[in-house]
Each structure stands twice: as C-alpha cells, then as structure tokens.
C-alpha cells in the first residue's frame, strides 16, 4: 500500500467534505461508476449519483463516519491514508 500524497492528506484532515472527498475521487482515478462498484464490494451502498452531490458539495453524508466514507475512496485504489 502506497502514501497518501500531503495535498490529500490535508483536504481529508481539514475539510471540507466536498473539496475532501473530490480530492480523493480525483487520486483514486476511478470513475464515480467504478468507485460505486468498489465501494458496494466494501458494504458501503451508495448510488453514483449520491457520489456525484458529495463531490460538487450538493450534499454530505448525514451518518456519521465521515472518515469511513473518504477512508473507504482513498482505498479503493489499493491507497493507504498516511
């Protein structure tokens, strides 16, 4: 597992959640498609539209466990947050 990079290390720290979370679909290279298929084989269910509002800051997820959420993105490429 490789090092998460210091600009997304610190968009994940200090937020927002929207800037956060396209950081990380950005560094994971996937679409929002195969991010949605990644994430459902890690139990998170959750639509591609729904990934698409996260990103542009439309809305946020409203469970806690938001470091689950961007954990389960920088993850989904085989990366580690460091």
Do not use: I, N
Request: proline content about 4%.
């Amino acid at each position: 597992m490789g090092v998460v990079q210091p600009e997304l290390a610190r968009v994940l720290r200090d937020g927002p959640f929207a800037t956060a979370f396209a950081v990380a679909v950005e560094r994971s290279g996937l679409t929002l498609d195969r991010l949605r298929d990644r994430l459902a084989e890690r139990g998170v269910a959750v639509s591609r539209t729904t990934l698409s509002y996260w990103r542009s800051g439309r809305s946020r997820p409203e469970r806690a466990g938001r470091d689950d959420d961007l954990g389960a993105v920088t993850d989904a490429d085989g990366t580690s947050r460091g």
